[in-house]
């Protein structure tokens, strides 16, 4: 069970290059999160989808966008890079919005030069 | 990993010792909370988690404390590991529809 995956591990990109992280999760569960995790910042919500074919935006969603492609698949693009964007990017679900833990991925490390 | 642990308050413990983490939670409508652990390189794992109507839940080794009152969350762990040496953050949760929100974490150092 493999759980939530996230790809890639690890990105490098230049100022101003775009670029889509992916996850997927396979616990059928219907709640998708993104979160960036900075130095001594936590995590901190940038967009979640309560349900397949719904989103809404988080704490800091400026420069990002996403998009729930199926009940599985949960996408976060960044149209063009910041370096304000380097951080560590964490994909999570939970079965359902109250009550119950999230479960997270492995993360990706992302560096905007 | 490590670059997500800096500036964070940090304990340290000596091994076989019990560990109190604190959490001061934001919002009084809060009805479940959750304790995660995060090892270096890795995303946060779901250590235990309790809802309003209790103020005590325990679990292998960790026992988690809601007062409600003050808006204070604790974990405590028991006869402490240097496998437990990670960052251990709060999480809560209010109505329906609504997201995990996030504290910024303690590192928890385990002295062998």
């Known amino acids: 069970n493999a759980g939530v995956t996230q790809t890639p591990k690890f990105q490098v990109l230049k100022t101003g290059q775009s670029m889509t992280l992916q996850c997927a999760q396979d616990?059928?569960?219907?709640?998708m999160y993104w979160y960036r995790q900075d130095p001594g910042m936590g995590l901190r919500l940038i967009y979640y989808s309560a349900s397949e074919g719904t989103t809404d935006k988080g704490e800091v969603p400026n420069g990002y966008n996403v998009s729930r492609l199926n009940k599985r698949e949960f996408s976060l693009r960044l149209e063009s890079a910041a370096p304000s964007q380097t951080s560590v990017y964490f994909c999570?679900?939970?079965?359902?919005?109250?009550?119950?833990?999230?479960?997270f991925g492995q993360g990706t490390r992302l560096t905007v030069v | 990993g490590e670059s997500v642990g800096l500036h964070l308050p940090t304990l340290s413990v000596q091994e076989g010792d019990n560990s109190i983490i604190n959490c001061a939670y934001s919002?009084?409508?809060?009805?479940?909370f959750i304790w995660y652990k995060q090892e270096s390189g890795k995303g946060p794992q779901f250590i235990i988690d309790?809802?309003?109507?209790?103020d005590k839940r325990q679990g292998q080794r960790v026992t988690v404390l809601l007062n409600k009152t003050v808006k204070h969350l604790s974990l405590q762990i028991a006869a402490t590991q240097p496998g437990d040496s990670a960052v251990y953050f709060c999480a809560e949760n209010w109505g329906r529809n609504t997201p995990l929100v996030f504290g910024k974490g303690t590192r928890l150092s385990v002295i062998a």
């Open positions: 999570a679900s939970r079965r359902q919005e109250r009550n119950t833990e999230a479960f």
């Open positions: 919002n009084s409508a809060s009805d479940y």
């Open positions: 309790i809802r309003s109507n209790m």
């Open positions: 616990m059928n569960h219907n709640s």
